[in-house]
């Protein structure tokens, strides 16, 4: 379930780019993190995902304390996103 382009508020930290967006199913809001085409960074996100994945399977909803991965996926430009549920304001807004 991808994130339609409809965003709302993104940031840039040199490694990835942070956006919130509505889910294309359910109009929830989510979170994306993008991470740029760069071969390490990509590695790290690949298992960053993966970790992520293993948690929220065997942690359950609420019990592992880390945010719920929804979705992974490749842009056409090469750069890796994931998508989690939003938690509430990103910290660079504060």
Same mark, same amino acid.
């Given at each position: ?44 996100? /690949? ?22 991965l929804l ?13 989690f549920e939003? /938690? ?7």
């Amino acid at each position: 379930p991808h994130a339609r382009r409809g965003r709302h508020a993104h940031q840039n930290d040199g490694l990835s780019r942070h956006e919130t967006n509505h889910n294309n199913n359910s109009n929830a809001t989510v979170a994306i993190k993008i991470v740029r085409n760069i071969k390490r960074y990509h590695e790290s996100a /690949l298992i960053e995902a993966d970790i992520l994945q293993d948690v929220n399977k065997r942690g359950g909803r609420g019990r592992s304390l880390c945010g719920i991965l929804l979705d992974r996926f490749d842009l056409p430009q090469g750069h890796y996103c994931l998508v989690f549920e939003c /938690l509430g304001p990103s910290l660079y807004d504060f």
